[in-house]
């Protein structure tokens, strides 16, 4: 989203970290926030819902997390760095999780099938960012 | 967002309005919210804030409920029309307001300028969507 | 909650409104909040899904209104008043759709018996607010 | 919240911990959240509000994170262990931090007083939480 990537080139606070990854990280769980909730809601949509449980509800706690990581990043003041870091972890865990399970059902339903990739590249972000933040004392 | 179009067009759900104004309102409230919660946090970093109090509280409440609004709106099985109605009719408003303020600011903080932007886009998306809806019986 | 009610009396930010009405409608938007989330869940894990896959949608949805109606109203600060009329009246409709559609299945299911009760509360709450709302000129 | 004790004992997906205590933690995460979002505006309306930036912006990513513990804990179908051991760990984190920093201005505003305490009690049953969670193989 470009109007992001300006908004972070415009602020008093200027990032502790990369713009350019930043905007990557952010752009990325906004993505996968929305894709999770849309997968939760056609995969209740399916004909046999039962073996769809656990995906639904992975994918409603890695919207949730999602959601909250673009918010928590896209405030780049003087927060509190081993809380970042410790909800990229958490992050990244559940979108780890989330991918595995939708992968199960990707050969059967195509939402779960992207709902995969776009968690993995969710993961993939949070993992790059936490090697790129600074070790704290 | 690429992958919330694909979304839309693998769910079983099938969505009850024309699927690209759909995802051109969704990613339109997600730029809103993301925008919305990076100008209160530059807000709060500017030199002089209390001119700002007022632009950081009408960010808040646009980014929670652009936020809400992009969920919702992602979930196409079969919800409460007359509930869409009413939250889109919120959205706009608060989208219309904060729209407002920031541009009161936008001549000496940059991040003003495009969150009014950003807002006032939101806002044309939820009344474009608002006029398509079907009128209930 | 005791401590909203505290922090109520503590704030500069005077409320526009009744204190104790204030603090009587975030709590039952909080426990509506919650109350759905968990109720979403508990229809997820019944045997037979097919039947609740309408009350799981609207009690996701009445989860996410009710949880920013809370955070909106906890600002008390100067916000825009045509929005929170908008946002009640969407949160008042969402509460309405869930508690009726709860109410179908009450007799099988103790979660959703509750869950009908807990909206209607909220719903209530909402409504009350409106009526004590200032109309706007 | 009595109906949140009620819907965790109604719910077929039995939670693996103690009831007594999630519903502890449920409450003090919905308390908090509600509390930092109160402060926070609350500090906004203060006369001098530079001293408070740093509080400002914990509250807020305080009162994201606390609202997502509280939502994904109520979910008591089977999801992820260790995500949700890595989320509590981020959010007794957040709630510390933001307990330190209000407590700084405890003694000139009230309502950092407060949040101060509601933090610390959140802090303390993410914790006792943790230390419950099974071991994971």
Redesign the interface.
Known sequence: ?Q??E???S????APKMDRRALHNL?DAA??C???C??????C????N??PL??C???N??C???C??T???L???????P??VR??L??CA??CA?CAAECQRHAGH???CK??A??CLRCEQQCRKTLRALPISA
Chains 1, 2, 3, 4 share one sequence.
């Open positions: 989203m109007a992001i300006t908004m972070l415009t602020t008093p606070n952010i906004l993505e926030a929305a894709t909730t849309a997968c939760a809601d056609a209740l949509g399916e004909a819902v039962t449980r656990r639904i509800r992975l409603t706690d919207a949730d997390t959601g909250i673009a918010r928590i896209s405030r780049t003041s003087d927060g509190d081993e809380f410790a909800l972890e958490a865990r559940i999780a339903h195509g939402h992207i709902c990739e776009v």
